[in-house]
């Protein structure tokens, strides 16, 4: 009897599932996973078991006589059957896990009813003396049974058996003398102990027969138990308080209950700040509190491992949903404050500031920030919240040490830190230090450092004014001349650093920029397109906040050097809130960024074997073979080449958790527990999955519909390199005549609808209609194949039907004898199935490409994607939306990419523009690259010839003379051994961050065609009747390709990482003829021929030999004609005079020029603009009326009115103001200001004034 097998598109409607059951003619169901009517989905009735008890048989019953189509079963339903198998599995081992747990209390009970039955006069004293326990509370601790003295070596009373943890074999007592505090769950249920010492070391071990082969304290769920203290009388419990320890916890409890606040209850563990997930989120649901309070211990954020332990705890607990709050009583950072039981039994509750988890995170970043910069060498902390900056000897005359040392100041102030810089032996302000630079330092340090900015400008303020003011020999200048003379002094010197400040807010007011401010990220959707700007050592903060404010997508497109990959590499899951944390990248077995390769485990690829190749530095990776090569690894799994070819048919969703080919495997019980010979790819797999930060590439992660995503952050290195949005399909003559035949035979009606495309698609591919030479793009082979069917979509779901893959025939080999090769032993599948080969050629043969259907749909429109001809073949572009959708389902992404746009990530993460932050990194000019570009060689493509790679040999053997540590980039079918390929090494990579000149061939295109096909499919503004006209009309299509190769360029430069190294002195070299312009950098132009004539062009070698022969002829004072140079360099005299016309005219007039010296003269230009009147008027009024009112403020009040208009005010406006201001207030503006500059300023100040 025929049978229709169950799949993913026709689900088993007894147990949901997609394999192994089947549907038989009659209409009866073979269902291999349900045996009973209990099992049964309403409408349908059990019959009977099947042969052999392997499932049973059911049949749909409508409750009346007729017999009705089965239905299929719907994903909403097959969702419900595995939630609620899953429910029962979790109910079991909840209920085992209960059982046991009151077992180990039965025994406890006895323990303490027995044999641990009192509480020693000693360790009464201590409750009593060292912990503030008053009598009555701990004659009723000891009733209870929570304290008892603990006496090792006693005998177990009978029905504590040596199971029992902390019993010997001997049935004895083990562990230490000391109090033993019982560890209880919200049931009062006793779930082991915890001894205290009262020593030294150790202080607390948990009662434990491990060591002796017995049973450790673990509860069954495999975590250590928590100590739970809720007060017996209570009712409902409002507050649970974390907090660290076993007595700890107690006392803190029995302290709170004392002053009546008996409705707190409290949890602690003895795990280093630990709580075990599953044990604490039991826990609470059983408390039922709605708020928990975390309280750390003194000096909690200054243990990094407490304080991630406490950031982890919080984490879980706002994902439950519980509202958080962090007690604060000044003990974060400092370890001379008290504990939590201490301060309460000190009566000093009230000290007890709550502040929220967020706050709480903040402080934990700050303090490791601090702890960072104290490891510079540079800073020591002298007392509590004091720094002291020790500069290195001659720091002032470095600049970038200046840099430095201000953005660690701003640090530490912004942490709450007073700073200090001992100096020549005495102790000064920052400012002070500052100061005490050189002028140029001084003004460079003013355009980077906004606060060092301010007491410069005002400096400079000063100075004007006393230049203004101050008495002069003789009669002086008028101030209108002084004005004068100073305006045209600083056109001479080009600009000064307050035309420069101008200029900068000008130019930062038409910028789309706005400049990151700690704790003031604004939420979602307030910051149009409008980029942020932070500095160095600020990206991870930056990035926390901008997940805190909702944002999902941000793209961080700061310059290449600036430690993005980096910064990604130290990120922990527990302070970016999530679970686990995935870098996304091309290059997953080749990372270079260290602190990813060292904190991020790298996810296994499924593969056959592998080859080992090298880096352009050296280092060995893996990579996959190419034809002909012997792998240099064994593998993880014997049948790759199998899913290879299934992908090869455009067989989607194949590398499931259930797909076919695994399932049929006889390795596939050996493949998930351990790892060999062609096997353990899923071991491997699995290994991975369950770390806490993954390094991938995204075709290896797991699929949505598999995997929780929800809890991950993903960080996108190179995104628009690492991410494939497209999916092309390629499409051969045989493939279109294979669809043919089978529509003939199920669908004739569809086939003869089809003949006019048909006819076209075989005409083009078979060379009767004369393909172009770049072949059909998408615009013209629209035009040739009409307009679709008006039954389009009748004509899709029909082939959808009849050309679907029946993956079963071909991999489940025992399905026609009516068993399942998934469901029988490792060994009968070994017996049973085929030879990979075998399978790989029954694909090849027998399964049809899956071409067709997502042609129609393209062709049609309903879909967004391209078609073209090209080399005999159709090639069919889909959206590939996998890596989009993990990125959807994700709590947050990051993208990683110097030279890309939010539109063009748009377009690839096919999400809106205005849902994507850009923060971009602020790096100062260093003016340390030098960049040469190469002209006369062409485009250098990968497709050059002989002569055109001679030419770049010559350049190659120059340069390698001249710079003996240099690298080159060219394209990989043109590498030479250590080369770096565009493309491959060009971006993201770190491999020649050490050399000191880098050198391209070629300019990086990509294929035109496939660009195009790219821009159709992702590009949602191109409309249907855009898409009849040819893309090279499009403006938007050609700035598409443009940006993209322009891209790759900026790329390149970056490798060099020269923002990281401004004392070294670095060249990049650009050998192609191409516009450089858009770099916003100085780019020196070097003929080919210049650097070497080896390099030139045949003319250009001629040109240097006629050069060279006319030399020659003069220095020996013999006549120059063309027939002298002719005998001299071998060149006709024909030839020659097309080469002097070439390269400079006719043969005389040139002969006069090369044989005397032309003199080349500059000019300068000078521009002047005059101010506005009116605007002049308006300062003048405000200075005569408004300023006059300043008179009666105090100095603090003055200078902060003062700085209020600075910045709100156009330098030349403030000037305008003064002008027409009173001497008075001028005097007073000025008192008021000196005592705000540093020290080293009022000398000079002085001298000013008075020298």
Not at 22 to 28: K, T, Y
Not at 177 to 189: K, N, S, T, Y
Not at 992 to 1021: C, D, H, R, W
Request: some cysteine.
């Amino acid at each position: 009897m025929k049978r229709q097998y169950t799949s993913k598109r026709n689900l088993c409607p007894i147990c949901g599932n997609h394999h192994g059951c089947a549907i038989r003619e009659d209409g009866l169901i073979e269902c291999l996973r349900s045996f009973s009517q209990q099992e049964a989905p309403p409408s349908y009735r059990f019959l009977a078991l099947l042969r052999n008890d392997m499932g049973g048989l059911f049949v749909f019953d409508d409750r009346s006589d007729n017999q009705m189509e089965t239905p299929l079963y719907s994903q909403k339903q097959r969702h419900s059957v595995n939630v609620k198998v899953k429910e029962r599995l979790s109910v079991e081992q909840r209920v085992d896990g209960q059982r046991l747990v009151a077992e180990r209390h039965r025994m406890n009970r006895l323990l303490l009813e027995t044999t641990v039955t009192n509480l020693s006069t000693r360790h009464s004293s201590h409750l009593q003396e060292c912990r503030q326990l008053t009598v009555e509370e701990i004659n009723w601790l000891c009733t209870v049974g929570w304290v008892r003295t603990w006496k090792p070596g006693i005998y177990a009373p009978n029905g504590v058996t040596a199971t029992h943890c902390g019993i010997s074999k001997e049935s004895k007592l083990l562990g230490m003398p000391g109090i033993a505090i019982a560890a209880l769950d919200p049931d009062f249920h006793i779930t082991g102990f915890q001894i205290a010492t009262l020593r030294t070391d150790p202080k607390y071990i948990w009662l434990s027969s491990a060591n002796q082969g017995g049973s450790g304290p673990q509860l069954p769920n495999g975590e250590l138990p928590l100590f739970c203290w809720k007060h017996p009388d209570t009712k409902k419990v409002k507050v649970v308080i974390l907090c660290e320890g076993a007595l700890k916890s107690l006392l803190t409890a029995l302290f709170l209950w004392r002053s009546g606040q008996t409705d707190i209850a409290v949890i602690g563990t003895a795990s280093a700040a630990r709580y075990g997930e599953k044990t604490l989120k039991y826990y609470l649901k059983r408390l039922r509190a709605k708020e928990i309070r975390l309280m750390p211990d003194a000096g909690a954020i200054a243990n990094p491992h407490i304080a991630s332990s406490n950031q982890e705890t919080l984490q879980r607990c706002r994902q439950w949903g519980y509202r958080l709050s962090v007690g604060d009583w000044g003990q974060l950072d400092n370890k001379q404050h008290l504990d939590i039981d201490e301060l309460l039994a000190a009566s000093r509750q009230n000290e007890i500031k709550l502040i929220t988890s967020a706050a709480y995170f903040c402080r934990c970043h700050t303090y490791s920030q601090i702890g960072q910069l104290l490891k510079l060498g540079s800073f020591h902390m002298q007392e509590d919240k004091l720094i002291e900056l020790r500069p290195l000897s001659g720091s002032t005359e470095n600049l970038d040490l200046i840099r430095q040392y201000a953005n660690c100041v701003e640090r530490c102030r912004k942490s709450g830190y007073r700073i200090v810089v001992a100096w020549n032996d005495e102790t000064i302000t920052p400012e002070d230090f500052f100061a005490l630079c050189p002028e140029s330092i001084q003004q460079q340090l003013a355009q980077s450092e906004r606060e060092w900015a301010l007491l410069y400008n005002l400096k400079l303020w000063l100075r004007r004014m006393v230049e203004r003011y101050r008495p002069k020999k003789g009669f002086g200048e008028p101030i209108q001349e002084v004005a004068q003379t100073t305006k045209t002094t600083n056109k001479a010197k080009n600009q000064t650093v307050v035309d420069e400040n101008e200029q900068s807010t000008v130019n930062n007011k038409q910028s789309n920029v706005i400049k990151y401010k700690p704790g003031k990220l604004h939420r979602l959707r307030k910051f149009d397109s409008r980029k942020i700007l932070f500095k160095k050592g600020q990206r991870l903060q930056v990035l926390l906040e901008a997940i805190a404010a909702g944002w999902k997508h941000i793209l961080d497109k700061s310059p290449t050097g600036t430690f993005k990959s980096y910064d990604a590499g130290k990120a922990i899951p527990e302070v970016f809130g999530v679970r686990q944390l995935w870098y996304f990248t091309s290059q997953v077995r080749n990372i270079t960024t260290e602190s990813v390769e060292q904190n991020y485990v790298a996810m296994e690829v499924r593969n056959d074997g592998m080859v080992f190749q090298s880096t352009p530095g050296g280092k060995k990776y893996l990579r996959w073979p190419k034809k002909g090569e012997i792998p240099d690894t064994s593998g993880n799994c014997h049948r790759t080449k199998v899913f290879a070819a299934l992908r090869d048919k455009n067989i989607p969703s194949i590398e499931g958790v259930s797909n076919p080919v695994c399932a049929t495997c006889h390795l596939l019980e050996a493949c998930r527990f351990k790892e060999g010979f062609g096997f353990g790819y899923r071991n491997l797999r699995a290994k991975a999955m369950i770390c806490d930060r993954i390094g991938a590439h995204p075709d290896s992660a797991p699929d949505p519909v598999d995997y929780d995503w929800t809890s991950c952050g993903n960080f996108w290195d190179e995104v628009m390199q690492t991410v494939q949005p497209i999916h092309p399909v390629t499409v051969e003559l045989p493939d279109i005549d294979r669809v043919m035949a089978e529509l003939m035979i199920y669908c004739p009606q569809v086939n003869v609808q089809l003949q006019p495309m048909w006819m076209v698609l075989r005409q083009c591919l078979t060379g009767e209609i004369q393909q172009p030479h770049y072949g059909w793009n998408d615009s013209t082979l629209r035009e040739m194949l009409g307009t679709p069917p008006d039954n389009k979509e009748e004509i899709i779901a029909l082939a959808t039907e009849f050309l679907h893959p029946d993956l079963e025939s071909v991999l489940n080999t025992t399905s026609n004898y009516g068993v399942n090769l998934r469901d029988l032993p490792s060994r009968i599948r070994k017996r049973f199935g085929n030879k990979n080969s075998e399978v790989q050629e029954i694909i090849r043969q027998h399964v049809i490409l899956n071409w067709f259907v997502p042609f129609l749909e393209v062709w049609s429109k309903q879909i967004q994607g391209a078609l073209r001809i090209i080399n005999d073949q159709l090639i069919v572009t889909t959206r590939q939306s996998r890596h989009a959708e993990i990125a959807k389902a994700s709590g947050w992404n990051i993208y990683l990419d110097a030279t890309t746009t939010a539109e063009y990530l748009s377009w690839w993460m096919d999400i809106n523009p205005e849902d994507v932050l850009t923060i971009e990194q602020s790096v100062p000019v260093h003016n340390n690259l030098q960049i040469i570009q190469v002209t006369g060689l062409g485009q250098v493509s990968k497709n050059r010839t002989l002569y055109c790679q001679n030419r770049v040999d010559a350049l190659r053997e120059e340069l390698l003379v001249r710079h003996p540590d240099i690298k080159f980039i060219d394209f990989v079918k043109c590498c030479q051994s250590n080369d770096g390929g565009w493309f491959r090494d060009s971006r993201g990579s770190n491999e020649f961050k050490e050399v000191s000149t880098l050198a391209t061939f070629g300019i990086p295109y990509q294929n035109i065609g496939s660009l195009e096909m790219l821009f159709l499919t992702l590009n949602k503004n191109i409309g249907s009747e855009g898409k009849d006209l040819p893309l090279t009309n499009s403006q938007e299509f050609q700035d598409f390709v443009r940006d993209r190769t322009q891209a790759e360029i900026i790329q390149a430069i970056g490798r060099l990482r020269a923002d990281n190294r401004p004392q070294e002195q670095l060249c990049f070299y650009f050998c192609a003829d191409y516009n450089l312009s858009f770099l916003e950098m100085k780019v020196e132009n070097i003929n080919a021929a210049d650097i070497t004539i080896e390099a030139g062009s045949k003319d250009e070698k001629s040109w240097w030999k006629i050069q060279n022969a006319v030399k020659e002829l003069w220095s020996q004072g013999r006549k120059i004609t063309q027939a002298s140079v002719e005998s001299i360099s071998g060149i006709t005299q024909g030839y020659i005079s097309k080469v002097v016309s070439k390269f400079s005219g006719n043969w005389k007039d040139w002969l006069k020029i090369f044989l005397s010296l032309l003199n080349t003269f500059n000019s300068k230009r000078n521009n002047s603009d005059n101010p506005s009147d009116q605007l002049r008027d308006e300062a003048h009024f405000i200075g005569c009326n408004v300023m006059p009112l300043l008179a009666d403020y105090d100095n603090a009040d003055l200078t902060r009115e003062v700085f209020s208009w600075y910045r709100d005010l156009d330098n030349k406006y403030w000037q305008w103001i003064l002008e027409t201001t009173p001497v008075q207030v001028q005097g007073k503006i000025i008192i008021g200001l000196l005592s705000m500059l540093p020290k080293p300023w009022h000398q000079e100040l002085m001298e000013l004034c008075y020298g």
